[in-house]
């Protein structure tokens, strides 16, 4: 079996803007195949569930069922599902 090293870690382009801004973020399940990821819309706030399969070094944008922009940007290989949830954040 063939190991390689990946050596180039992942640049997301707007780097600064993602570090200086803050966006809660919680992962469940991260011992099973597919992770739930609770998360609020990067733009309105919005409360949201999705269901996403794999880990990998590519991003997905995952759109935002509310206002219809990226909600997030994940590391996996794909997205099943983006539910509208209320918010844990929000009081
Ligand atoms: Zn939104």
Not at 59 to 69: A, E, M, Y
């Amino acid at each position: 079996m063939e190991v390689r090293e990946i050596k180039k870690p992942y640049k997301p382009r707007n780097q600064d803007n993602e570090i200086r801004n803050f966006q809660h973020v919680k992962i469940l399940d991260c011992n099973e195949p597919v992770h739930r990821i609770i998360f609020e819309c990067w733009h309105c706030k919005q409360g949201l569930l999705s269901e996403v399969e794999g880990v990998s070094l590519q991003t997905l944008d995952v759109p935002c069922p509310s206002c219809g922009r990226t909600a997030i940007k994940l590391m996996a290989n794909k997205v099943i599902s983006t539910t509208p949830i209320p918010s844990p954040w929000q009081a």
